[in-house]
């Protein structure tokens, strides 16, 4: 059984930092491509970063150089280090496993940056 356990979300004020674990297990976690998303009430969950099995990072535009991804494969650990926060990174922050065909999600951390 697949399971993507993220953490480390919680409410910070602006400037300030998180970091985000996601814990995988169940899956081929050195073959896949780890992600994470982010999503507010009404709009399209996007993608913030993503990190390949070779890692090699892309970044959306709004959060390079403020964001860091990361991976730990010997503790199936994927980790988005978030500095000088903004009130619109406010979201639910998903982790994302890529594997080939499949594709799995974990249930979200809620991250809140007041100003």
């Known amino acids: 059984q697949v399971q993507l356990v993220e953490s480390g979300g919680g409410l910070v004020q602006a400037g300030g930092s998180l970091r985000l674990s996601c814990a995988a297990s169940g899956i081929r976690f050195s073959l896949s491509t780890m992600g994470w998303y982010r999503q507010v009430p009404g709009k399209q969950r996007e993608m913030v970063a993503r990190?390949?099995?070779?890692?090699?990072?892309n970044y959306t535009d709004s959060v390079r150089g403020r964001f860091t991804i990361s991976r730990e494969n010997a503790k199936s650990t994927v980790l988005l280090q978030m500095n000088s926060l903004e009130p619109e990174d406010t979201a639910v922050y998903y982790c994302n496993a890529d594997y080939g065909v499949f594709d799995f999600w974990g249930q979200g951390t809620q991250v809140t940056v007041s100003l």
């Open positions: 990190i390949s099995s070779s890692g090699s990072t």
